[in-house]
């Protein structure tokens, strides 16, 4: 009942995910310091990351906030298709823009800004150290059957999905696997191979050079091989590949939590008049801070460093608007829709959203609001549809692009057993709650063009980070429109 529940979820949760068409320095250093402020909580990690943010982010005035032309009437709310961009890769890497030598520093703090150039130009390796067998933590070899694995447990593998095997754990099925004692239980080798997302049709997707998710039953027929090479030590124990991804699901929640996102006072000075400007300057103020700790947090998303550098680079600037706005849809959901909670000392109503001339964007958001309250959205559910967000960006020029798809497959059975969690009732929770995205993403360009024509007015200031991404977003319009010419 249980495994048909989850099957049902999938195949409706990957039916609302085919359906999405593209949406169209400095970041490197606060990544590699947030290792450091990832290991604290609270207050710590604020102060940890105070002084990147003083950098970054002027103390006197600060920038607006979100607007969108037209928007889509709330009856039609679920009406745009909201999905994966799992197109084949068109090229191998995604270069360097000149706007990355502020924004890599911040991914890489071992970077100065003078580095940021140099790897925009290619004298720095943008992939970092070598790669870690994911199984074993050997040195890897290469990309095998869908993770970074050393030769050894590739091989150890390979045999095990060719034939049926007979592997008892002769201890408790939680043996540590590492490269010194890999070989001392192949029970729990093989969980562990399936833990960290190995399987056969990767490789075979890999020797064609492809990766193809036009149809839904691709995806069904490769989770079925999956499940046809799993073992049982004996025809009553649970089946492997099910006992793995819910493992695998604990341990990206138990990072996810770890990491959780602050939450922040905005600092509004409610003695002034709540002028257009006074609450723009409050509100980008205070989205310049966020989005400083989103990259702290984005490198604990469970295979984001893994990635390369120019890739982390881009997924974050392809995605940090939506964030931002999926976060306060979140914390406004206590408000019914009437109001939007910014921060605890920064709940703006309707007729605030008036007087900064951003109604339709924050209409929109409201909205998502709503919706998250009648679907009894859990707290569990949010950090991974922040980390869905954060990897569903267009990736067709990515070199990362297999691990980013293997991470985005990981966090779809998240969702659908967290969803089985707390909704075991509602088979139609999953699309329900990755149909949000879609106005979120909506509403994230809305925010990104209202926060261009600010920078552009000078009715603000913008500090360089957020000035880097806007770019970043503009570089990325105007590429994407010449593609399409």
Known sequence: MEAKYHDQQFEDALTVIQGLSDPGGTVCRILRESSAAASATGDEAESMSGESIEKLVPKEESHGSHHSPGMVPQGSFLSMPYMMHNQVPSSTTLEFRDHDGRILPLLDPSLSFADGRK?????????????????????????????WSCEGCKAFFKRSIQGPVDYVCPATNTCTIDKHRRKSCQACRLRKCYEVGMNKGSQRKERKGSISMSKPAATKRSRADSSDNTVNSTSGSPNPAKSARKSQTVTILQALNKAALPVLESHHNHGQPPTKVHLLNSLVKLAERELVHLINWAKNVPGYTDLSLSDQVHLIECCWMELLLLNCAFRSIEHGGKSLAFAPDLVLDRSSWSTVEMTEIFEQVAAVSEQMMQNHLHKDELLLLQAMVLVNAEVRRLASYNQIFNMQQSLLDAIVDTAQKYHPDNVRHVPAVLLLLTHIRQAGERGIAFFQRLKSEGVVTFCDLLKEMLDAQDFLEKKSSNEGD
């Open 119 to 147: 790897l925009k130009h290619g004298a720095v390796s943008a992939h970092g150290p070598n790669k870690l067998c994911q199984v074993c933590s050997d040195n890897a070899s290469g990309f095998h059957y869908g993770v």
